[in-house]
């Protein structure tokens, strides 16, 4: 299942409200994740099952949709937030990732 | 809370072999599946392996037949044994828990620090 994110690159002001969007070639119901990566860090579990946050996940993160179409929405952009935004499918083996949303500032 | 530890990654020639460890606490490290995850520099993340309950395996196409994923539960440790390496497996590669216990459902709550594996003459 091929896993494409788009944008590649979001230039966004802090404070805004940010979408991201995921595509899979095929269905793959609820089972996707959503992970964040800052430079020079490991991933860190943001949502899975396509909207329920992780453990410690602000509520500014939310995830939705199902089937082939999700988004991941940050509600109003921290500082903090600039980043690498990977989804994940597992609903079938191979798992596999979108190649990533970079978050910059505007 | 989980903690992950990787070791073992360094310099290879093509056509060698590494093996990886990920030495795991803070968590019931028989009960949950495991999986090791590479970053290219400076690209995204590709899942490599995954080992599940009664350690059934699964593996990437692009490692199949090359990588083997194992596990110490006496250890806590995991493994990923690397062999015929090719430049193309230059990464960081990372050790991730599953967020469920048993067969897992491949969601990673948990990840390492990453350990780096490159392959150059």
């Known amino acids: 299942i091929v896993m494409t994110q788009s944008p590649a690159t979001l230039p966004v002001s802090p404070g805004e409200r940010v979408t991201l969007s995921c595509r899979a070639s095929?269905?793959?119901?609820?089972?996707l994740a959503w992970y964040q990566q800052k430079p020079g860090q490991a991933p860190r579990f943001l949502i899975y099952g396509a909207f329920t946050r992780s453990t410690g996940i602000p509520a500014r993160f939310s995830g939705s949709g199902s089937g082939t179409e999700f988004s991941l929405t940050i509600s109003s952009l921290q500082s903090e937030d600039f980043a690498v935004y990977y989804c994940?499918?597992?609903?079938?083996?191979?798992?596999?990732f979108g190649g990533g949303t970079k978050v910059e500032i505007k | 809370e989980a903690q992950l530890l990787e070791s073992g990654g360094g310099l290879v020639q093509p056509g060698g072999s590494l093996r990886l460890s990920c030495a795991a606490s803070g968590f019931s490290f028989r009960t949950y599946a495991m999986a090791w995850v590479r970053q290219a520099p400076g690209k995204g993340l590709e899942w490599v392996s995954s080992?599940?309950?009664?350690?059934?395996?699964y593996y990437a196409d692009s490692v199949k037949g090359r990588f083997i994923i194992s596990r110490d539960t006496s250890k806590n440790t995991a493994h990923l044994q690397m062999n015929s390496l090719r430049a193309e497996d230059t990464a960081l590669y990372y050790c991730?828990?599953?967020?469920?216990?048993?067969?897992?459902?491949?969601?990673?709550?948990?990840w390492g620090q990453g350990t780096l594996v490159t392959v150059s003459s």
């Open positions: 991730a828990k599953d967020r469920l216990r048993g067969g897992g459902d491949g969601a990673f709550e948990s």
């Open positions: 095929q269905s793959i119901n609820t089972n």
């Open positions: 080992i599940i309950s009664n350690d059934r395996t």
């Open positions: 994940q499918q597992y609903n079938s083996w191979p798992l596999t």
